[in-house]
């Protein structure tokens, strides 16, 4: 037969492995990934020099256009993409929407051809002046 301080000791093991086992059991609950959300694969992310860790997870982020005004949803589809095949940063975030987005790609792609053209113009200019 066991001794009432051996009992007692006993319980007070069970109790503390089962409160351990409930800590784990809510911290896990707590880092649960959300649903929808895509793993992030840190082997493929850019380097970066930032002290903030990245985050584990992808998940969708809705935003409003700066152009148009217009709501719209960062899926964590494109955003493992962006930083994974693209190698943007794992900090950007989504600013236009998909038209906004090419206009705004366009109307540089033209600012840059125009301002291109004017060096050729100038360096024309400077070697006949030579
Ligand atoms: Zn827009």
């Not at 009432?4 to 800590?23: G, I, V």
């Not at 959300?34 to 082997?43: E, F, K, L, Q, R």
């Not at 090419?102 to 301002?115: G, L, S, T």
Request: charged share 35%.
């Amino acid at each position: 037969m066991k001794s009432n301080k051996q009992r007692r000791k006993e319980l007070k093991a069970a109790r503390s492995q089962r409160a351990k086992h409930q800590k784990q059991a809510k911290i896990a609950w707590q880092k649960r990934p959300p649903s929808g959300a895509i793993a992030v694969d840190h082997s493929k992310l850019a380097p970066n020099n930032s002290y903030t860790l990245p985050p584990d997870y992808y998940t969708d982020q809705p935003f409003t256009c700066r152009d148009c005004g217009v709501e719209e949803v960062w899926t964590a589809e494109r955003q493992k993409w962006w930083c994974e095949v693209a190698k943007g940063s794992i900090f950007s975030t989504a600013i236009r929407c998909r038209a906004c987005r090419k206009v705004e790609r366009d109307r540089k792609a033209e600012a840059r051809r125009i301002h291109l053209e004017g060096v050729a113009k100038k360096r024309a200019r400077q070697q006949a002046g030579d």
